[in-house]
């Protein structure tokens, strides 16, 4: 079973996160200010740490980090803040964060970030091709086929194909594919990403073909192994 470390100091927001962590099958330690979060975290034993960037204690989140970091820690870390500024986010990010979540967050989505930090990494050989039931991507060529069968797509379709490949079997949030597939900051309700799927369905797709692109109501979308 995966582990976690929480380092929030909202006692409330620290409980719900444990809890929806707890639901979603991981084991899930807490420390409520950055002196104990450095304790734990640096103690090892985490495959992701969640942390909060405002703590109390005299370290904040950042500064956590940093020391993390200088030591040689380098368990995934998911930094949670209101500060959603893009200079915000690039200092969470530099200071050694992997991910970077503004709140209000809705609990899927953390999960679902952190199952893409907690993934396996892949062998050293370099990746040439990704492979999900009878759907191919060559990653050198950019070709796609499924049962063999050439599939044209454009540009915007292909990066979209490869994120969700890359994810088979976890739900990717619409916030996950407007920042890593568009490389925006989602702010605003928008169909784009919708719409770009339900093209890439019917070409992904061909007639009397097992669907692979699921809807997951009022999140996102999971890719899988057709039927």
Known sequence: MARVLVVEDDAQTAAEIVGALVDHGLEVDSAATGPDGLLRAAAGGYDAIVLDRMLPGGL???????????????????????????????RGLRAGGDDYLTKPFDFLELTARLDVLMRPRGALSPETALRVGNLEVDLLTHTVRRGGQLIDLLPREYRLLEYLMRHEGQVVTRTMLFEEVWHYRYDEPTNVIDVHVSKLRRKIDPEGAAPMIQTVRGSGYVLNAAD
């Open 60 to 90: 904040d989140g950042l500064g956590l980090l940093s020391t993390l970091r200088a030591v040689g820690v380098e368990v995934p870390v998911l930094i949670l803040s209101a500060l959603s500024a893009v200079d915000e986010r690039v």
